[in-house]
C-alpha cells in the first residue's frame, strides 16, 4: 500500500554514474564475424569500468589489426545485431515501468536498438493520483537529490504534456538530475506517464485533515485503506521540516515560554490551527503590534519552530513575508490549511489591499480567476489560523492612503499590543536570563537547533483522539468565553473569545500530553491575559461599532468630496465635474446629496455589503427609499430639470454628528 511504502520505505542506495553512455562513431560499420563476437562482447562487460574498457579495446584493436575506432564501429555494429545496448550493472527491471524503459540505482534508461539513453536519475513512480471525484489525475513520484535528500511528490500528469518541458523544469528544481540531451526531455516525460503502477491514493490540493488522516506535503498521518497525498502543480516549497527531538525542543523553546504571555500564545496557535475543523470556530488572525525594541519576532520563531524553521535565512522557513501578491497568499494559504500562517510586518503588504487580506485569509477563500481558455479555475480554500506581527496597527497603516478598517476586519484581526507591561518588553519574565535581549537571544539560538517535532507529536495525538475531540473542545472553549467576555458583550466578542478559547484549549492539550512541559493552566493564563489586553483596546463591546463604521464611511465620503466631485443640481450653470460623484439638491432647509450608483456601491461601500450600508442609514432615517413590486429600493429615481434617474439619495443630516 502507498501508505505504507512512504512511511516505512528505506531509502534507495544513490550510486553515481562513473561515466555516460559513449556514442559509437558515425562511420560505416565493419562486419563482425563469428570469432569476434566472444571479445566484443567481453570488452562489453567492461564498459562500467572505463580503465578496463578502454585497454579491453586497444588490446582487440592490436589483435586484429586496426584502430581503436573501428573497434568502437564494431562494438556498435554487434550491439546492434544483438539487441542489447549498454545499460550498467546493476540492473533491477520495476513492476509497471514504462515499456522501452529500464530503471535501476543510476537512473531511469531510455532503452534503444542501438544504444541506451539515461534519461535521468533514479526516479520511481510509486502509484497513481487522484482525487475524491476521480479527477485531477497524477502520479506520484519519488527520488533523491544530490545531497540524497529524499523527495515525494504527487504530480499532476498535466504537466508532461507537450514535450515535458514543464516536467522537467519543476524536478530538476527539485533536485532530480535530468540529462541535457534535447529528446531526453520527451523521454521523461513518456516515462512517468508510461508507468503502470499497482498502487492507488487520493490527490487532496491542500495540506491539513482529510477525513480522519493528516496531510502534509511530504508525508500523510495516520492510516487509511485509501491514502491521502498531498499533489501541487509546481512541488511547492515545503514548509515543514524537522531538526532535533521533541524532548530538546520542550527544554530549550517551550521552557523559555514559561510566564511569557505572548509566547504562550503564539506557541499554543500553532497547535490550534489543527483543531479548527473539529471546534467550528471560524478562522482569524492575531496582530502582535509594537516598535522593534519590543522582541515580537521572538513570538514568530517560537511559533515557527512548531513545525519548521525559524531562521531569517533558512530556504524553506515556516513563517512569511506579508509582502505577497493576492495570487501568492492564496498559495501560501492553502499550503498552511488547518495549520498556523505566520505573516512578518505588516507595513510590507499595501495598504490599499491589506483589507481585503484580512477578510480573504479569514474566510478561507481566494478570488475566482479564469484560465487560458476563459474557464474558471478551481477557488483555493483553506481554513487557518494565522500570527501577524508588526510596527503598525492595521488602523494605522490603513491610514496611510486614507482607508480605515471594518468592524469585520478588526475582528478578524485582534490586535495584541507586543509590550506586557512588565518593563520587559515582550516578556513578562525572563527565566533566568540576565534581560531581555539575552532571553531573545536564547530563543533565536534555540530555534535554529530544535524545530519541527512538537507540530508532527501533537498532530498524532490528535488522529488517536480525533472523535473525542470535538465534544471536548466545544466544552473547554464555551468555559472560557463565559469566563472571561463581559456581560453585555455580543456576537463580535464572543466570535473572538471562541478564537482566544481555542488556542487556550490547544495549549493545555500539547501540555497535557507532554509535548510543551507547561503546568495546566499555563496556556489558559496566557490566553486570557492576550484577550483582555485586545478587549481593552477596543473601542466598544457590543455590535455597533461596524454599523457606526458604516455610517462613517458615507459621512466620510461626503464630507471629502462634497465641494469637488458634486454639482448643484438646481444651478443655471452646466458644470463640467471631473469623475463626478452626484448632485446636491436643496429641499427646504436640508440638502440632499444624489449619488450615482456606481460610486456609492463601488466607492462609498468599499469593504461593506451595500444592502447592510442601506439598511443602517434606513434605521437612523439617513437615506430616502421607495416601494416597488412590495419590495423596498434604496436607488430611487430623482427627477431635475431634463434628467430622471435613480441616486441614492442621502440628506445631509447624516452630517449633523460629524466629528
Request: proline share 3%.
Amino acid at each position: 500500500m502507498v501508505g505504507d511504502e512512504l512511511a516505512h520505505s528505506e531509502p534507495y542506495t544513490h550510486i553515481e554514474p562513473t561515466q555516460q553512455v559513449e556514442l559509437a562513431t558515425q562511420q560505416e560499420t565493419e562486419s563482425v564475424n563469428a570469432s569476434e563476437t566472444e571479445t566484443l562482447a567481453a570488452i562489453d562487460a567492461l564498459k562500467s569500468d572505463s580503465a578496463q574498457y578502454a585497454a579491453a579495446k586497444a588490446s582487440a584493436a592490436a589483435q586484429w589489426g586496426i584502430s581503436v575506432k573501428a573497434v568502437n564501429a564494431k562494438l556498435k555494429a554487434w550491439r546492434k545485431t544483438e539487441k542489447r545496448p549498454y545499460i550498467p550493472e546493476p540492473y533491477q527491471q520495476v513492476d509497471g515501468v514504462a515499456h522501452g524503459f529500464v530503471v535501476n540505482d543510476i537512473g531511469v534508461w531510455f532503452n534503444a536498438d542501438d544504444e541506451a539513453l539515461r534519461v535521468c536519475s533514479r526516479l520511481d513512480v510509486l502509484a497513481w493520483t487522484r482525487d475524491d471525484k476521480s479527477e485531477s489525475w497524477g502520479r506520484l513520484l519519488r527520488w533523491q537529490d544530490g545531497d540524497k535528500h529524499p523527495h515525494h511528490w504527487a504530480m499532476p500528469i498535466e504537466l508532461s504534456y507537450g514535450i515535458g518541458v514543464e516536467l522537467a523544469k519543476s524536478l530538476s528544481m527539485q533536485g532530480l538530475e535530468i540529462s541535457p540531451a534535447r529528446k531526453a526531455l520527451q523521454k521523461l516525460a513518456d516515462y512517468v506517464v508510461g508507468c503502470k503502477p499497482a498502487a492507488r491514493a487520493r490527490c487532496v490540493s491542500k495540506t491539513g485533515w482529510c477525513r480522519d488522516v493528516y496531510v502534509l506535503p511530504q508525508q500523510t498521518l495516520g492510516d487509511s485503506d485509501d491514502r491521502a497525498i498531498y499533489q501541487s502543480a509546481d512541488g511547492a516549497a515545503n514548509p515543514y521540516s524537522s531538526k532535533g527531538t521533541l524532548s530538546e525542543w520542550r527544554k530549550q523553546v517551550a521552557a523559555l515560554c514559561v510566564g511569557n504571555s505572548r509566547c504562550v500564545l503564539a506557541v499554543s496557535m500553532a497547535f490550534a490551527g489543527v483543531l479548527l475543523p473539529l471546534a467550528g470556530v471560524e478562522g482569524g488572525g492575531v496582530h502582535i503590534v509594537g516598535s522593534s525594541s519590543t522582541g515580537k519576532s521572538t513570538t514568530t520563531k517560537a511559533a515557527a519552530s512548531v513545525y519548521g524553521q525559524s531562521h531569517e535565512g533558512a530556504e524553506n522557513k515556516y513563517w512569511h513575508s506579508w509582502r505577497a501578491t493576492d495570487n501568492g497568499l492564496e498559495g501560501i494559504a492553502s499550503l498552511h490549511n488547518h495549520s498556523l500562517l505566520i505573516l512578518d510586518e505588516l507595513r510590507q503588504t499595501p495598504a490599499k489591499t491589506v483589507g481585503e487580506a484580512v477578510y480573504m485569509l479569514a474566510n478561507g477563500e481566494g478570488k475566482n480567476r479564469a484560465n487560458r481558455n476563459g474557464a474558471s479555475k478551481p477557488v483555493k480554500s483553506w481554513q487557518l489560523l494565522y500570527l501577524s506581527n508588526g510596527e503598525l496597527t492595521l488602523e494605522a497603516h490603513m491610514a496611510t492612503v486614507g482607508m480605515r478598517p471594518h468592524e469585520g476586519q478588526e475582528v478578524r484581526f485582534a490586535k495584541i499590543e507586543a509590550n506586557a507591561g512588565a518593563g520587559l518588553g515582550i516578556f513578562e519574565q525572563l527565566n533566568g536570563y540576565a534581560d531581555g535581549a539575552a532571553l531573545s537571544d536564547a530563543f533565536k539560538a534555540a530555534t535554529t537547533r530544535q524545530y519541527g517535532t512538537a507540530g508532527i507529536e501533537f498532530i498524532r495525538y490528535c488522529i488517536v483522539h480525533y472523535h473525542s475531540l470535538k465534544d471536548e473542545l466545544q466544552h473547554r472553549i464555551n468555559g472560557f468565553v463565559d469566563r472571561n467576555i463581559p456581560a453585555d458583550a455580543q456576537g463580535q466578542v464572543q466570535r473572538v473569545a471562541q478564537r482566544f478559547g481555542l488556542i487556550a484549549a490547544a495549549g493545555e492539550y500539547a501540555s497535557q500530553w507532554g509535548i510543551t512541559g507547561w503546568q495546566q493552566g499555563e496556556a489558559t493564563q496566557a490566553a486570557q491575559v492576550c484577550f483582555k489586553n485586545w478587549l481593552d483596546n477596543r473601542s466598544s463591546h457590543g455590535d455597533n461599532q461596524e454599523k457606526e463604521s458604516m455610517l462613517e464611511a458615507v459621512r466620510s465620503f461626503i464630507l471629502r468630496h462634497s465641494a469637488s466631485r458634486f454639482s448643484l443640481a438646481d444651478s443655471a450653470k452646466d458644470e463640467k465635474i471631473l469623475n463626478q460623484a452626484g448632485w446636491i439638491r436643496h429641499s427646504g432647509k436640508v440638502m440632499d446629496y444624489l449619488i450615482i450608483p456606481d460610486v456609492f456601491r463601488q466607492e462609498v461601500c468599499a469593504g461593506f455589503e451595500v444592502n447592510a450600508v442601506c439598511r443602517a442609514l434606513d434605521e437612523e432615517g439617513l437615506i430616502y427609499s421607495t416601494i416597488e413590486d412590495s419590495k423596498k429600493r434604496y436607488s430611487v429615481k430623482q427627477s431635475f430639470g431634463s434628467m430622471r434617474t435613480r441616486f441614492y439619495t442621502i440628506p445631509s443630516t447624516i452630517l449633523d454628528n460629524a466629528a
